[in-house]
């Protein structure tokens, strides 16, 4: 059920500024992952003093990150930047097993930020792979190429246990040794209509392969990409606040032009607004992806009250109340 919440919000309390109708759509910006993860970083800076590594972004936004570095975060990529006796916080997005395994071995305090329901996927992974018995089910990983949480994910798992999927077309052509015994997982950030295709495909293709026992695209995710569909036929342009490197903020303004906005745009912040980008646009639907704090939105709709005058519409079309408890170390 959609709910809607209308006001008229005049900043400059004048006539002369021209209108634009504002759509926001709810629930939009910080997941539970990822609230979890950013205070992990938090928590363990407050406990143990600055610096606190992080191996990689905490999460793909380059404000949170340029904040949390601003409290005495230090940002790596591999495990060999961190001192001896330095501590270590992993992302949301999951590592590969020999991460851990590394910083045991150098002795290194780590406290992992791993989203729960990623962790759900590393779990379901290594199920399918044990329940193969003597020669193991392959499994098919639906995903994109190279991001953290795939290549966590697949790190899961000996080399050559897992087959990454990227699209339909690839579903199509995947030649597993046997077909038989197979299973298949997905990354959480996807398009919920894209990877329904790519796992009709997969299905039709081989009937007896394994799927999860419960969804493996998080609530987040699809919550958001349904609030974008309810949006996105009234709107002459989308904007989705997030970073270029946010699965979830990519496929969130995919989701905006398949659903009727003539155009979407990908947009990290405000100061990286095309201002010209409005003109002629009556009616603009805003979002911003699972990590990207609600501040940068309402930076963005004060910026706009500046210019016009504005009919802001917010509609939720489902309200959010996960809580994501912190790691055992700082619980």
Not at 150 to 167: F, H, K, S, Y
Not at 253 to 273: Q, T
């Amino acid at each position: 059920m959609i709910s809607n919440q209308s006001v008229v919000r005049d900043v400059n309390q004048t006539n002369t500024l021209p209108r634009l109708k504002v759509l926001l759509a709810g629930p939009r910006g910080f997941c539970a992952g990822v609230d979890r993860a950013i205070r992990v970083v938090e928590e363990a800076l407050r406990r143990y003093g600055a610096p606190v590594y992080v191996r990689h972004e905490i999460v793909h936004n380059r404000t949170v990150v340029e904040e949390l570095e601003a409290k005495g975060a230090i940002f790596v990529e591999e495990l060999d930047e961190v001192p001896a006796d330095g501590q270590v916080v992993f992302s949301a997005h999951g590592v590969p097993k020999t991460v851990p395994a590394e910083a045991e071995r150098r002795n290194l305090l780590y406290l992992d930020a791993t989203c729960p329901l990623v962790s759900k996927v590393h779990r379901e992974a290594e199920r399918h792979y044990a329940e193969g018995g003597p020669e193991s089910r392959h499994i098919l990983m639906i995903g994109h190429a190279g991001h953290p949480e795939v290549v966590g994910t697949m790190g899961q798992l000996p080399i050559g246990a897992v087959t990454l999927v990227n699209d339909a077309g690839e579903a199509r052509r995947v030649l597993p040794a046997d077909p038989n015994r197979l299973a298949f997982i997905t990354q959480t950030t996807l398009s919920v209509d894209d990877t329904a295709e790519i796992v009709a495909i997969l299905r039709e293709r081989f009937p007896l392969i394994e799927g999860p026992k419960r969804e493996d695209i998080c609530y987040a995710t699809t919550n958001r990409q349904e609030a974008v569909k309810a949006i996105a036929p009234g709107c002459d342009l989308v904007i989705v606040i997030g970073s270029p490197n946010s699965s979830n903020s990519q496929r969130l303004r995919e989701v905006a032009e398949r659903s009727g906005a003539p155009r979407a745009l990908l947009v990290p912040r405000l100061r990286d607004l095309d201002w010209s980008v409005l003109d002629g646009v009556n009616t603009l639907g805003i979002t911003a992806g699972a990590s990207a704090p609600e501040a940068l939105v309402q930076e963005m709709v004060t910026a706009l009250g500046r210019r016009y005058q504005l009919e802001i519409e917010e509609r939720t079309v489902k309200l959010e109340d996960v809580i994501f408890k912190l790691p055992a170390p700082l619980g």
